[in-house]
């Protein structure tokens, strides 16, 4: 009985582990305190609106801010829109994270990708509020930056665990002129 009890103790914490492996829930993911506050950096110079380039009508698609002193990088997207949402990024510890408040009505949390330099940032998913496990969601997002006035969004929801068929979004957008 007793060694049945222990094997079962054992599955069942391997499955957690897995478990929290699997949604992201490993907290313990190696990162560069130097990288993530030079990425965090590296967003506040989004400050401002964006377009997508040649869209000749100038209709916002995102819009960046500073806010809460300057410990947070607030991003608009699709600003005064029904879909509108916004994403907060911020430094937890030697982390970037960002929760992303969706039109979906979830808030998916994701966290910088320990790839090198600050041109390409890429945050994955780890964990969520308002979610069931196969709920569709926002799972991955990359911001590749042009220059100081260009750069390339993508968006990658999930769904049951993979990439949802139809819920990707890659934006290439411009500074708006004033």
């Not at 590296?42 to 997508?52: E, F, S, Y």
């Not at 969601?137 to 068929?165: C, I, N, R, S």
């Amino acid at each position: 009985m007793q060694r049945s009890l222990t094997g079962a103790a054992i599955l069942a914490v391997l499955a957690a582990v897995a478990f929290g492996q699997a949604a992201g829930g490993n907290k313990s993911a190696k990162s560069d305190p130097s990288r993530a506050a030079a990425a965090f950096e590296r967003l506040k110079q989004l400050t401002g609106d964006w377009v997508v380039a040649g869209d000749s009508q100038g209709n916002v698609v995102s819009s960046w801010r500073s806010t809460a002193a300057g410990s947070v990088m607030m991003e608009t997207l699709f600003p005064g829109q029904e879909e509108e949402m916004i994403t907060m990024y911020h430094m937890d510890g030697d982390r970037l994270i960002a929760t992303h408040y969706c039109s979906a009505r979830n808030q998916p949390r994701l966290r910088l990708l320990p790839d090198e330099g600050v041109d390409v940032l890429k945050l994955e998913f780890f964990d969520a509020t308002n979610m069931k496990p196969a709920d569709s969601h926002m799972h991955h997002v990359e911001l590749a930056f042009k220059g100081p006035d260009q750069y390339v969004a993508t968006w990658v929801g999930y769904k049951d665990g993979k990439p949802e068929k139809g819920h990707e979004a890659r934006f290439d957008l411009v500074r708006k002129k004033k």
